[in-house]
Every structure is written in structure tokens, then in C-alpha cells.
């Protein structure tokens, strides 16, 4: 019984995604408002992980508020030790993590997370982040006359670049676990045996399609098949039957009929950066 009940912990989904990780971590980008860092939390505690927010991390780090740390130094200032601390909790896997609005913009850090880390982008629509924020009054690049056009400045310059995350998943207003089972079923898909060759409709960066590949394949080996069967019986009219050759044959018709497909994924690129805060909603709703 010990031997069975083993096995059946070792296939349960979660397991499995820890296991296909090994040292690496679940890096959530996305705006502020999307819900990284409430959604992130679930999201370790259904894979038995820890959950680390970059943003307070940084404020451990410098012994301040991200918004001190802004009125005091410069957003250059931020810049460079948001890039430190990522890169120094990217070797402490496998966790999840969350980033800043900003994080994610930075070349460097975006080479570093494809490096060490699974990246998920939250896409949230514009609407469902002004909700959000607006429970908010600690966000720098927000205290402006008009929030709103800033908002939409700043997913204008970060969204193309947040595309180039390895999975996304639509943050909306839905109970927060209900994001995390669609997480948990675009990491399986993408990390596990059982899924390779899947990926989450909404990502951008996707495998290509296998069918084609297959179809061609399979069509020459019924044309490398029949060729051989002809040969052996024009063989067998003028001489005895040769049923070892008849065999090997088959055997390598059927062998050819085994395709794979590899997928490959999309260059960074450069936006200006912009920060971001903690995403945990002030009235503690469980809608993300």
C-alpha cells in the first residue's frame, strides 16, 4: 500500500509542477492593480512553495517605503536596486514571485527571469485596474492631475513588453482562485510531459502547431510502404518468399512515423521602466 499511495502524491498536479521547476521560479509581471501579489500568494500556498513580493523585499532592503524611496532618491535610484534585489531573489527557487509594474520593462531583469523563472503576465483591462487602484493612494507614477492618462501611458509603453512573458492569464474580476487554477493549468500544460506541446490560449508566445508536421509525415511513410510492398512481391513472384524481409519492411515503415516539435520564444526588447507597489487589495476582496 505505501508503495502505491507514493506514487499517487508524486502524480498530483501541483507535485508535478514543482518537480518540472527543479530551482526555478513563477515570476507574475503585469501592472499595478493586476493582482500579483494577492493571486501570488494562492498560488504558493496551492504549490507549497514560498511567495516573495519583490516590492518588499526592496523596502526590507533600503529600510523605506517604495514612495519615500522615490521622494528621497529618483526612480533611476529605484531602478537599480529593484534590478539587485530580483536578480538576488531569482536564486533562491523555486518560489513565486512578484514584481513591480516596472520590473519586468528592464532588459536585464527580463534576461535573468527567462534565465531562472517561468514568467506569467496578469493582463488586466484598463477598467478593472482603475477599480483597483484607486483603493490605493501610495503608487509614485500615479499622483498626477489625471491618473487615468497616466494609466494608459504607461500600459501603452509596458503591455508590448509584457507580451513577451512565457505564459498570460486575463486578471479579472472572478474569484482569485479561479486565476490560480487557470495558472496552475498553463504551467502544467507548459512544464509537464503530459502537456508538452500545449500552451494557454491567451499567451502570446505559443508552440507552433504539430498537426501539419505529422500529416507529412505520415503520407510518406504509407508512400515508403506500399513502395516496399510492391518490391517484395515482384521478389516473391521470381524467387521464394522472403518473410524476414517482409518484416523489416513493416518495421521500418512504421518507424518512420515518429515526429516531435520544438517551440522557441520571442527576444526581449526596451520600454522605460515604471514602478509598481503591492497588488493585495485594501478591502481584502477575493476578486483579482
Known amino acids: 500500500m505505501a508503495h502505491g ?11 508535478t509542477i514543482v518537480a518540472a521547476l527543479a530551482q526555478r521560479s513563477i515570476v507574475l509581471v503585469g501592472m499595478m492593480g493586476a493582482g500579483k501579489s494577492s493571486i501570488g500568494r494562492r498560488l504558493a500556498l496551492r504549490l507549497g512553495i514560498p511567495f516573495l513580493d519583490a516590492d518588499t523585499e526592496i523596502e526590507k532592503a533600503h529600510r523605506m517605503t517604495i514612495p519615500d524611496i522615490f521622494e528621497k532618491y529618483d526612480e533611476a535610484y529605484f531602478r537599480s536596486g529593484e534590478a539587485r ?22 532588459a536585464e531583469t527580463r534576461a535573468a527571469v527567462a534565465a531562472k523563472g517561468v514568467s506569467v503576465w496578469l493582463n488586466a483591462e484598463f477598467d478593472v ?24 501611458r504607461l500600459m501603452e509603453e509596458r503591455y508590448p513588453v509584457y507580451a513577451l512573458a512565457d505564459l498570460t492569464v486575463l486578471s479579472r474580476e472572478v474569484p482569485h482562485e479561479k486565476i490560480v487554477d487557470e495558472i496552475m493549468e498553463a504551467l502544467a500544460r507548459r512544464l509537464t510531459d503530459s502537456g508538452a506541446g500545449d500552451h494557454a490560449p491567451a499567451a502570446p508566445v505559443s508552440p507552433a502547431p504539430a498537426s501539419s508536421a505529422l500529416t507529412s509525415t505520415d503520407h510518406a511513410s504509407d508512400a515508403d510502404a506500399s513502395d516496399e510492398s510492391a518490391s517484395n512481391e515482384r521478389a516473391a513472384a521470381e524467387h521464394a518468399p522472403d518473410e524476414t524481409a517482409t518484416a523489416e519492411a513493416s518495421t521500418d515503415a512504421t518507424s518512420t512515423e515518429t515526429t516531435s516539435t520544438d517551440t522557441t ?17 485594501d478591502n481584502g476582496d477575493e476578486t483579482a
Do not use: W, Y
Request: proline fraction near 9%; charge should be neutral.
Open 129 to 152: 485596474l482603475m477599480k483597483r487602484i484607486r483603493r490605493r493612494h501610495d503608487r509614485p507614477l500615479l499622483k498626477t492631475e489625471d491618473p487615468g492618462a497616466t494609466l494608459a
Open 85 to 106: 534585489v530580483i536578480a538576488r531573489l531569482l536564486d533562491t527557487g523555486p518560489q513565486v514571485l512578484a514584481t513591480g509594474g516596472g520590473a519586468f520593462i528592464n
Open 265 to 281: 520564444s520571442a527576444d526581449p526588447i526596451r520600454v522605460d521602466d515604471t514602478p509598481d507597489n503591492d497588488d493585495t487589495p
Open 5 to 15: 499511495v507514493t506514487h499517487g502524491v508524486a502524480k498530483r498536479p501541483d507535485a
